[in-house]
């Protein structure tokens, strides 16, 4: 079956700093791969997709690279901000299914 | 557009009792799903619907009921409350055209049940 498994938290950065957060993935087939975003005491909304492989998504500064070779979908920003602060969460779906696997999220806390 | 709804946001309810979880979708979307999140536990499926008529289970259906007499709401049901059932629900939606798993997901504000 499907999986998901990213790095655990919290992780507490100060701003301007790079973050990586960590995604690892299983699937049957050529998954379509995407990082959601939680801000505090809102639901989830889409920060980048990728859905195929070398694919390379982007989208407030942050970006994700699709490695089949290494099945990882790893978070990238260069320099973080305050308003970056928020859950991160990596998941994937099948092709012919569009069930979403999410790992268990990460939180992300930037001070000033 | 007002996107995907929930209702309502907050709900404290006693073991045994039932209530439902409002879900609506003004986005013409085909496809409908109920989540719970859980500290640690990422985001599980409970049950999802493909279209108006059809519904079927995810990961976590037990305790659970849900309906999909219009394509614009998906109503979940607790028939029992349970205190496991304490949780932040999120309903979700995206176009759904079968084949297609690039399609994006948008996702209610949540719901914060708790059962005591």
């Known amino acids: 079956g499907n999986s998901v498994t990213q790095m655990e938290g919290p992780v507490t950065l100060s701003e301007e700093a790079f973050l990586t957060i960590n995604c690892t993935y299983t699937a049957t087939g050529y998954p379509s791969l995407f990082w959601y975003v939680q801000y505090p005491g809102e639901g989830l909304q889409l920060l980048l997709k990728a859905t195929k492989a070398d694919d390379k998504g982007s989208n407030k500064g942050f970006e994700a690279t699709y490695r089949k070779e290494t099945t990882s979908f790893h978070l990238e920003k260069g320099s973080v901000q305050v308003s970056d602060s928020a859950v991160y969460f990596c998941a994937l779906s099948s092709f012919g299914n569009e069930k979403l696997t999410f790992g268990t999220g990460t939180r992300l806390t930037i001070i000033p | ?116």
């Open chain 2, 1 to 116: 557009n007002a996107g995907v709804t929930q209702t309502p946001k907050f709900q404290v309810l006693k073991t045994g009792q039932s209530m439902t979880l409002q879900c609506a979708q003004d986005m013409n979307h085909e496809y409908m799903s109920w989540y719970r999140q859980d500290p640690g536990m990422g985001l599980r499926l409970i049950h999802y619907s493909v279209g108006a008529g059809i519904t079927d289970q995810g990961e976590v259906p037990n305790g659970y009921n849900v309906s999909r007499s219009t394509t614009e709401d998906f109503p979940l049901r607790l028939l029992s409350a349970a205190p496991s059932q304490t949780s932040v629900y999120f309903c979700a939606s995206s176009l759904g055209q079968g084949v297609l798993s690039t399609d994006t997901q948008y996702f209610g504000p949540g719901t914060r049940l708790t059962v005591l």
